[in-house]
């Protein structure tokens, strides 16, 4: 299965998949390409460093300066998503893994690889997914609630946001003192696994 690894900073979930690919026999997929809606994401570097191909995905390099500074999100978004449909068609892109992308796809790439788009999210959905949860933003409201175990979900993408169907779960004790920070830093290395286990669970159902 050849995948696109869409990503938007440090890449930690990316060199996951990296490392193992690189040390599975059987691994079911091949990061083919991966992509990134910003240009400076370090993830970016791992994947030259692992002889991946790897594309810069913005506003500005899919609409121009001039048209991106005008252009409201939505326009932004689907700009983007077609950019991405379009360069996964010309790389034979069987899935699409989302890996801390922190943009919303839309349009005809949900309908394009239906069933073969999934997501990382840092939390245990249905609880804390939705617009405006992501990255810290999801500890923090995690931690305002009192919560006694947070984690991480792997999930199918669909039109919605956080909504697909549920992959993987790991799950996390939240102890008391816990800032966002040191949450993350228990659910990361879950991340890490669970990340690849969606992948490879995708890899059996398409």
Same mark, same amino acid.
């Given at each position: 299965?050849?995948?696109?690894?869409?990503?938007?900073?440090?890449?930690? /979930?990316?060199? *996951?998949?990296?490392?193992?690919?690189?040390?599975?026999?059987?691994?079911?997929?091949?990061?083919?390409?991966?992509?990134?809606?910003?240009? /400076? *994401?370090?993830? =970016?570097?791992? *994947?030259?460093?692992?002889?991946?191909?790897?594309?810069?995905?913005?506003?500005?390099?899919?609409?121009?300066?001039?048209? *991106?500074?005008? +252009?409201?999100?939505?326009?932004? &978004?689907?700009?983007?998503?077609? @950019?991405?449909?379009?360069?996964?068609?010309? %790389?034979?892109?069987?899935?699409?893994?989302? +890996?801390?992308?922190?943009?919303?796809?839309?349009?005809?790439?949900?309908?394009?690889?239906?069933?073969?788009?999934? %997501?990382?999210?840092?939390?245990?959905?249905?609880?804390?997914?939705?617009?405006? $949860?992501?990255?810290?933003?999801?500890?923090? @409201?995690?931690?305002? +609630?009192?919560?006694?175990?947070?984690?991480?979900?792997?999930?199918?993408?669909?039109?919605?946001?956080?909504?697909?169907?549920?992959?993987?779960?790991?799950?996390?004790?939240?102890?008391?003192?816990?800032?966002?920070?040191? =949450?993350? @830093? &228990?659910? +990361?290395?879950?991340?890490?696994?669970? $990340?690849?286990?969606?992948?490879?669970?995708?890899?059996?159902?398409?």
């Amino acid at each position: 299965m050849n995948i696109a690894v869409l990503v938007s900073g440090g890449g930690t /979930n990316l060199q *996951a998949l990296i490392d193992y690919e690189k040390s599975a026999s059987d691994c079911p997929y091949h990061i083919a390409l991966v992509v990134s809606n910003t240009k /400076n *994401a370090y993830a =970016l570097d791992r *994947a030259r460093q692992a002889g991946i191909p790897a594309e810069i995905r913005s506003p500005f390099s899919v609409l121009g300066k001039e048209a *991106a500074e005008k +252009a409201d999100r939505d326009t932004k &978004r689907i700009a983007i998503s077609d @950019a991405i449909l379009k360069l996964c068609q010309e %790389n034979n892109i069987d899935a699409i893994v989302l +890996a801390g992308y922190l943009s919303v796809l839309g349009g005809k790439i949900i309908e394009e690889y239906s069933g073969r788009i999934v %997501n990382l999210h840092p939390a245990l959905l249905p609880k804390f997914g939705g617009v405006g $949860m992501w990255g810290h933003n999801v500890h923090e @409201a995690v931690l305002a +609630a009192g919560e006694k175990e947070s984690g991480c979900t792997v999930h199918l993408v669909d039109a919605g946001c956080d909504t697909g169907k549920i992959l993987v779960q790991k799950k996390v004790p939240v102890l008391e003192g816990d800032t966002p920070d040191t =949450l993350y @830093a &228990r659910i +990361a290395p879950e991340e890490h696994k669970a $990340m690849v286990e969606g992948v490879c669970m995708l890899a059996g159902m398409i």
